[in-house]
């Protein structure tokens, strides 16, 4: 199966070479231009096609190596017995204590946003320096950034750890991890010790379902559900808000060791995923206008294909700032499987080095932090505005729930040309982050508070 996917995939890159070379023979400029049009649709046609097989060999990896331990004689006692006991129930305990019930989503107080279809939820526009003293704005991005971005990882592939932790180390910026959490903690290979340290770390840790959607007595309601319990009570501060469709929304089990199971409970449900997750990742791209990003299936480009390919609008990063396209300012997700080779190590690393180069440009952040923000920007308003000689306070709201959205939006607010220097940020009576820029000789204090926190007062 999987050599098959390979060799449809040189096919179509064969197929590809053709074409471009078929571009050399100066062409009519309709020809020409119908000629691009098709390379584009070959191009995205094959990162779907290669999207596919990243995530039916990244199954098979697992499966493979699973079955090697088990071979293994020595190791089959580590594999099958967990090293210390796990807590047990008292004899005489005939108690059952429900795990924590996620919020219910109404209005003011949503878990997720609907799906704004084609309607925008905003105007996209550059930067915003507002005119006059006191004037103040919320940021699009965190940071005052133009654009975001998130780097996931899907399936547990703990033996890339060591790869992803020096990656975090030398650049400083965390990444996120979507478990399949049946897969956890039956072996030394896989443990709950693992994905503790990740948190620590300060990287995210969330769901990529119970059993990836792999388990014929499973339903999708468990697969979502219960994949969230079991990661919050296994493992210390975990808060687990957001998903990854396994196989994507569509389910697309082509190639995998699951495609046999197509019954409908084995299936994702979109519906579903929006009563228990503020956001959920997809497995394929294109980029998106950020006013339309459906927060409930969320393109990623898998192994960042054509990250740096003009010729590719659906996944060229730098198309986030350039203001003529539809991806100006947007949140650029990718998602990696297994890493098993040099080369996948090394096409990370490239993504990485370019990612550092647009830095001052770029909010790099988890998956699940983005998702807040994004929401909470799309929802927020300012009100009852006060200000005096050299204070403003007001309130920020948003639409978002409380318990689940605690993301800090930046801020940015005009200071007097005749500064003195001095400026504090309050919230609630208590001090929040706050610094200056200047853009054309003029200053601005940036500095972020919560929405539905209390009044904030900006003294200066
Ligand atoms: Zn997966």
Redesign the pocket.
């Given at each position: 199966m999987i050599n098959l996917k390979h060799g449809s995939l040189q096919i179509s890159l064969l197929a590809l070479a053709l074409s471009l070379s078929a571009c050399h023979d100066q062409p009519t400029s309709q020809t020409q231009a119908t000629q691009t049009q098709t390379l584009a649709q070959t191009l995205e046609a094959e990162d779907q096609q290669a999207a596919l097989y990243d995530?039916a060999d990244?199954?098979w990896y697992l499966e493979n190596e699973r079955a090697k331990r088990l071979a293994s004689s020595e190791s089959a006692q580590d594999t099958l017995i967990p090293s210390t006991p796990m807590p047990k129930r008292e004899v005489g305990d005939y108690s059952f204590t429900s795990p924590p019930v996620p919020p219910v989503s109404k209005p003011g107080q949503l878990l997720n946003l609907p799906d704004p279809g084609n309607t925008a939820r905003f105007t996209v526009k550059g930067l915003q320096w507002p005119t006059n003293v006191g004037d103040l704005s919320i940021s699009m991005w965190a940071k005052d950034k133009i654009a975001a971005f998130s780097l996931t990882i899907?399936?547990n592939h703990v033996q890339d750890h060591a790869f992803w932790y020096e990656m975090s180390e030398q650049y400083g910026w965390k990444w996120t991890w979507f478990l399949?959490a049946n897969q956890i903690g039956w072996s030394s290979a896989d443990h709950w010790g693992h994905w503790q340290k990740a948190l620590d770390s300060g990287h995210e840790v969330q769901s990529?379902g119970q059993t990836?959607l792999c388990d014929a007595l499973f339903y999708t309601f468990r697969e979502y559900r219960q994949s969230q319990v079991e990661i919050e009570r296994n493992l210390a501060n975990a808060k687990v808000r957001t998903l990854?469709y396994?196989?994507g929304i569509n389910t697309d089990k082509r190639g995998s060791p699951c495609e046999p199971l197509t019954s409908d409970r084995t299936k994702n449900s979109r519906a579903e995923a929006a009563k228990y997750f503020l956001a959920v990742r997809d497995v394929y791209g294109a980029l998106n206008n950020p006013a339309k990003i459906d927060y409930l299936k969320v393109p990623s480009v898998s192994s960042s294909r054509n990250f740096l390919n003009p010729q590719a609008p659906w996944a060229y990063f730098d198309s986030v700032f350039n203001p003529a396209s539809t991806n100006y300012r947007t949140w650029y997700v990718v998602h990696y499987?297994n890493l098993p080779t040099e080369a996948a190590k090394n096409d990370v690393r490239q993504v990485l080095a370019h990612l550092q180069e647009v830095e001052a440009k770029v909010w790099i952040a988890p998956f699940t932090q983005v998702a807040q923000y994004g929401q909470e920007y799309a929802t927020a308003q300012m009100s009852n505005i006060q200000r005096t000689a050299n204070t403003v306070s007001f309130q920020l709201k948003d639409q978002m729930n409380d318990a689940w959205f605690d993301q800090p939006l930046t801020l940015k607010m005009r200071l007097p040309d005749a500064w003195n220097g001095s400026l504090s940020v309050q919230q609630n009576a208590r001090a929040r982050p706050a610094r200056t820029v200047v853009n054309e000789g003029k200053v601005y204090a940036l500095f972020e508070v919560v929405p539905d926190r209390g009044l904030v007062t900006v003294a200066y």
């Open positions: 995530q990244s199954l899907d399936d399949i990529h990836h990854a396994p196989f499987h």
